[in-house]
């Protein structure tokens, strides 16, 4: 054994490695430190910053300036924890307005510390991003105009047909219909693999928003709008062309919706799965539920109780 000749080959070999590394960029020590640094420069600048859609109402909207929606008041949980468990005596929460497009975008660049807003978990998204405990039970929904054909509204609610089916199938009542969609959602992708799967000659509209969405519907532009249920809800009930709108009442997808954050910062995931798990399991959590979406019933307060992690 030649253990004093080996050193000098071996550190050399050391060297080319670390050498391949540096001129790819890639440091060990630096491999994760735009996720994992995100305490560390919240205590450094005693500045937290969230994020929040402005068009996601109820979760994330703009009132007069400010950020508001369940989503928001949940995140407003998760900053009191974030001070306390910093140890700071002063904690500047700044609420930064994103788009649906720019997003997660917002999030990896580190102009967001956290997504505030309505966003669907799934494996394709958690490429990009990670995800918190669940927050609400969501899903798509469908909404149309009142004076919409009864055929329609039973195929997508799911009904016996009052009538004859000419055609075969009740999915042929859906061919040549003009479906709208946000550009972007899961709803997008959902709509597409529907056509598909069932061979529906029917053309789609994406638009930038789900008041764009909406006016589709209202202009006779698209016979139905699919998108987060909630959200059609709220267009549903509370805008000024509530009655010439029918929300389907069915879901078609279960969807979870979770707070977002930068994948591999598991420091700060910790604090927002631990406030929102104690949050859930409290009394104060349901008249904050009620405050956004009315009395819950059993299966929802079940799903809260389901997701909040044990201690």
């Known amino acids: ?20 590394i540096a001129s790819l960029g890639i440091a060990p ?9 995100t305490l560390d420069q919240v205590k450094t600048s005693g500045k937290l910053l969230l994020g929040y859609r402005e068009d996601a109402r109820p979760f994330s909207y703009d009132e007069s300036g400010k950020a508001a929606g369940y989503t928001v008041a949940l ?13 700071l005596s002063a904690m500047t929460v700044e609420w930064v307005p994103v788009t649906l497009e720019n997003r997660f975008q ?33 899903g798509i929904g469908a909404i ?47 709509v597409a693999d529907r056509m598909q799967k069932f061979n529906i000659d029917a053309s789609v509209s994406t638009t930038d928003s789900y008041e764009a969405g909406i006016q589709q519907v209202l202009d006779g532009d698209s016979d139905v709008f699919f998108g987060d249920r ?13 009655s010439e709108l029918v929300l389907i009442d069915r879901l078609f997808t279960h969807e979870p919706l979770a707070i977002t954050m930068q994948r591999g910062d598991e420091d700060l995931r910790l604090i927002v799965d631990r406030t929102l798990s104690r949050l859930f399991r409290s009394g104060e959590f349901h008249d904050l539920y009620v405050k956004w979406f009315g009395e819950p019933d059993d ?7 389901q997701n909040a992690l044990p201690e």
């Open 1 to 20: 054994m030649q253990i004093a000749g080996s050193t000098k080959p071996h550190r050399q070999r050391v060297r080319a490695v670390a050498c391949l």
């Open 29 to 37: 020590v630096l491999l994760t430190s735009a996720a994992a640094a």
């Open 75 to 87: 995140c407003e949980k998760i900053a009191e924890e974030i001070k306390t468990e910093l140890g």
């Open 106 to 138: 917002a999030l990896q660049d580190g102009r967001v510390n956290i997504l505030c807003g309505a966003d669907t978990a799934t494996l394709e998204r958690r490429k990009e991003v990670s995800f918190s405990i669940p927050i609400f039970p969501s």
């Open 144 to 190: 149309l105009r009142w004076d919409a054909p009864a055929p329609l509204r039973e195929v997508l609610a799911g009904t016996p047909p009052s009538g004859p089916i000419w055609r075969g199938s009740p999915a042929r009542i859906l061919d040549k219909k003009t479906f709208a969609v946000v550009k972007g959602t899961t709803g997008e992708k959902w």
């Open 230 to 242: 909630p959200i059609l809800l709220e267009a549903a009930m509370g805008g000024s062309s509530a």
């Open 299 to 305: 299966s929802t307060l079940t799903f809260y109780l």
